[in-house]
């Protein structure tokens, strides 16, 4: 039997280029974003701030709709959907977004049920955000990556997180203490000292490089090659305790009619 692995990333500025906070408010007319956000939990910020009471689902599905994301992330869906190595990989997005911006940010890309992010209660008359349901930050993403491996009989060693901040902290220190693999895909030196490995690269197919060469074991060929079967070129590859990955996606060639 192949072996299954439980990949599960973070959201804002892993899968996408910039935070849902930003985007939200933006198209709320909100200014002095991280101004604002200084001294507050994310979680809270929705009740705490006076700028932000009269958010409602529609304005958080439209900011999801407004984040920019990675390149080749359907790509990346594609790859992992299949037999890697060998391997089989269930994916999964846990965030501390909102879950209306994620499930409508990776509309067509993510399964809506693979994806747990904070819910929201909303006001019956007006509409507008009462109450938080429930949290996935910090050691909420532990909770969740504990039920998804139980959930899915996936052990400890076989799972793979990714994330970019300081956000990530309890569940890749969780994830390392059971042998699990654990990504960095910024800059962020609270992290860099945790993550097993660090990718920088603006492609959201970079992860598959560690996975690949750490996690499988596979060999630079064969990495290459199976880059090249999903239309990957590997263009660059610093390889050092952080990597930088430089991946282009290949145009698909012409076939000529009969």
């Known amino acids: 039997m192949s072996r299954h692995f439980l990949i599960a990333s973070d959201f804002d500025q892993t899968l996408s280029f910039n935070d849902s906070g930003h985007v939200l408010a933006g198209l709320l007319g909100v200014s002095d974003f991280e101004r604002k956000v200084t001294g507050l939990a994310g979680t809270n910020l929705v009740q705490q701030d006076p700028d932000f009471r009269g958010v409602r689902r529609e304005h958080l599905i439209e900011a999801g709709r407004r984040v920019h994301l990675k390149g080749a992330l359907p790509t990346l869906m594609k790859a992992l959907a299949g037999t890697v190595g060998g391997c089989r990989f269930s994916f999964f997005v846990a965030s501390a977004a909102p879950r209306e911006v994620v499930v409508s940010a990776l509309a067509g890309i993510v399964p809506p049920e693979h994806i747990y992010a904070t819910q929201f209660e909303y006001d019956g008359g007006s509409g507008e955000v009462s109450a938080i349901a429930r949290v996935v930050a910090g050691y909420g993403k532990v909770a969740v990556i504990d039920e998804l491996s139980r959930k899915l009989d996936v052990p400890s060693d076989r799972i793979i997180y990714v994330g970019d901040g300081s956000s990530d902290v309890h569940v890749m220190l969780h994830v390392n203490n059971g042998e699990g693999f654990t ?41 290459r090659r199976f880059l090249e079967s999903h239309g990957l070129t590997l263009e660059g590859w610093e390889k050092a305790r952080t990597d930088r990955v430089m991946i282009r996606e290949t145009p698909s060639p012409l076939v000529a009619a009969d």
């Open 183 to 223: 990504i960095g895909v910024s800059e962020n030196r609270q992290l860099a000292r945790i993550a097993r490995c660090t990718v920088l690269s603006d492609n959201a197919c970079s992860i598959l490089i560690p996975i690949l060469d750490q996690v499988l074991g596979m060999r630079m060929a064969e990495i």
